[in-house]
């Protein structure tokens, strides 16, 4: 049964109607060379002594999340007894500093590690993230230097490395063989545009790189595809071992091609025999939450999850 | 850098003594947030900034941002805030006019609270040029900003009718445009229509029926600059409120650069600060809105 309590946009409410609502405060942190800026909510039931960091994908906006989405379920997580911290990483919002792209195997672990800080200082003792693509990613990465790390909901977790504008490129090297990749190589052109000739040399790396990378794992015994990136095989392996909650969600769209690349993987991946993970995929397009109806699903199943998985 | 946390909000202080604070503005009771960057020396000028609405409110956001850490350098205070409704501001409560026009005149007087001596600007963009235009009547300001305005709600929503057809480019939804379309109209009909997943909130545009631009003329010295996105000569729309403003400065500024509104991307191919329409209305606005307050200062 959904217990979502939170508005819909649009759903009105006259200015002023006594309506309870959580406590919020802003606050800046330092994380690395830059400074961040987040949200902090407090709860409305009785605490748990919990506190989610949300930690946001590729999109711009605020703290608030795409479509205020992050708003909506920090108010629904206060209802249910949680502290929340909703962050925005360097280069967004009003944080300081720049981003060029969002590097899936170069994440954000200052701001994510100071955010856990924000909690501590608000005396909470026990961790959860709610990680949304490149978030989860860095969720995944930084998870062992977060020793009350209780909880961790990951949506889209990207199974490559690299940035998402190579991703494409990637996947239509992993899916030709050897030999049609070579026959390729003829049909090679414009090698005078420098932005042509850094692509092929890309592609070229990138094939090299997952042919070594295919032949190790093949001797280790592990049918597990070349291009999965090692720190989600890992950083899941580790949170299973210790036993952590970790609940992945994936969504279903052409444009969303995660989703199919955890499907091929997921009965190689290791990490996924520990009971403590579990995964779903939802029919619906959610990376990048690309609809209403997608924000209207998530926003009591991240409060749902996190009511099971973290116990009072 | 010194950071101060209270319970009223968060400050960081810079070395040179630039702060900037996020916080709450109570209106109605309600929670209406802001970011405030404030230069170190004399203030001259303060700016309060009324943004866009839905995707156009996300799309914008760390423009706006730039902008106030630009005029900073200026002696410029410059505000921003969520509407009720929005963002990270008091989530049980729809945007709608009035509230929009409470939200951003209490903003705006608070400031003039702080800095009596600074001249006013407020600075609207999209549908915020309809708030900015009354709040700038309301507080009686010196000068306003107008980033590529509404200037009809009708016409507006028009435009995002055309702007849903082209979801299936944006989103990947597997029904054709002309589907597409009609289910955003059937959704707004409804309430809420989705465009690439934000709200497009039907009683938030139509509390603005009946109240085009062209109806809210500044008052007394106040000048008027209007910046136009993407076209090399001024739209037919912005010279019809030009003529309906007959006796107020407006001087308007071709930037050449446009925006692609609620299509706006984030920020994973490249940084906002070097997307060409950001660096193109920074680099047209900021110099535009010194001299505003240099001239003052003479």
Redesign the interface.
Known sequence: MSTDTTPAPGETTEPGAARDVPEEVPRWFRAGDETALSILTRPIAPARDVGVIFLNGGHGGSSAGKNRVHTRMADDLARRGFHSLRVEWHGIGDSTGEIDEFVMDDPFVDEALGAVQVLRDEGISRVAIYGECFGARTAVVCQDRIPELCAMLLVTLVIRDGALSEQTPQRVVSELDTGDFVKRLDRVRHLGDPEKRALYIRLIRSKSKQMLTTAKLRVGGSKLEPWVSPQVVAGLDDLGERQIPVHLVYGTSYWDPHTGDFVKIRDALKPLGHDSITAEILDEMIAGYRTLHVQDRLVPLVGEWMDGAVPR | ?N?R?D??????QLDDGTT?T??WITV????V?H?TRAPAGTVRACLTLCPAV?GE???G??RQ?LLARELSAFGIVTRRI?Y?G???S?????AVRS?MIADATAAAEDLSNRYPDAAQIVLGERVGALVAAEVARSIEADHLVLWHPVTDITAYVRELGRAAKLQKVA????EGGEEVAATFRDEYDA??G?L????V???TLESFDGHPLAESPPVDQCTVDLFQFGRKSLDPKYRKLVAAWEGVTVRDHLVDEAEIWWF???????????RPVTVAVLEATVPVIDALTNSEAA
Request: net charge negative; proline share 3%; charged share 30%.
């Open positions: 850098m950071i946390n319970e009223t909000g968060s400050c960081r900037e996020a916080g109605d009771g309600e929670r947030y970011v839905g409110f996300d799309g956001y760390r941002t969520h009720r929005t963002g990270n008091q989530l049980f409560t729809d509230t989103t990947g939804r597997d309430g809420v989705d690439v997943g934000f709200s909130v039907r009683s706006a991307p984030g920020p994973w191919k490249r940084g906002e600060e070097g």
